[in-house]
């Protein structure tokens, strides 16, 4: 098993489901003419988070995105993470600790806690 095979699995399994149905609003309302790619992927078509998405244009993630998934993930959870903290600030109005939550973004466990936190604060 290679390298991001093996950390997109891991993050899979420590992340898990979580859902938000307003980010996803606010994502495609800033990409209206892209797919949104759960990075993660999904599991008997049950999509792992919602809080890692991130906008491709159709054809590229039905012909490469999908087949490449560890791949993509490891290539662009920064980007997707990126784009949370955007909708975070922006959306939420919610100032970011930075130095309680970026430098541990790469850490599964405290991305986690990151995401259950904005959760509670979602609405």
């Known amino acids: ?26 994502v495609k309302e800033k990409y209206p003419n892209k797919d ?10 049950k999509k792992y988070t919602d809080y890692l998405v991130y ?3 159709h054809n590229y993630h039905l012909n490469v995105v999908e087949k ?23 959306e939420l109005k919610i100032e970011i600790d930075y130095t309680k939550y970026v430098d541990y973004f790469d850490d599964p466990e405290t991305l986690k806690e990151f995401f259950e936190f904005i959760k509670e604060h979602e609405g």
């Open 36 to 45: 949104l790619h759960h990075l993660l992927g999904s599991v008997k078509g």
């Open 68 to 90: 490449q998934k560890a791949y993509y993930f490891c290539n662009y959870k920064d980007k997707a993470i990126s784009l949370f903290t955007d909708y975070v600030e922006s």
């Open 1 to 26: 098993m290679n390298k991001y095979k093996q950390e997109y699995l891991r993050y899979r399994h420590i992340l898990g489901f979580q859902k938000s149905k307003k980010y996803l609003k606010w």
């Open 55 to 57: 906008p491709f244009e």
